[in-house]
């Protein structure tokens, strides 16, 4: 086998465990919005407003003593700010 079948060969195994992570990614991402939105939904009973900045920075502090590498701590914060973003436009459940 060639060098540049070998590669693609290699590059096509990453790729299939790429696509079996976003599949895992996507469901814990839907499963962390059904966790957000009942905390949003019990957020008035407990007279807290919906925006809360200091769990905010709570969640980038613990993300960042997750991280591993070799993603950069700002990188991990930089996406879970358009997660949390997000987070907070999904319709609520009615």
Known sequence: MSQENEAYSEIEKHREQIDILDQQIVKL???RA???LDIRALKPDAHMGLY???????IFKKLTSYNEGPLYNENLVEIYRGILK????VPSRD
């Not at 809360?52 to 709570?58: Q, Y």
């Not at 997000?86 to 436009?89: D, G, Q, R, Y």
Request: glycine share 6%.
């Open 29 to 31: 991402l839907n499963e």
């Open 52 to 58: 809360d900045p200091k769990r905010e920075e709570e």
């Open 86 to 89: 997000v987070m907070k436009e």
């Open 34 to 36: 059904g966790h957000s």
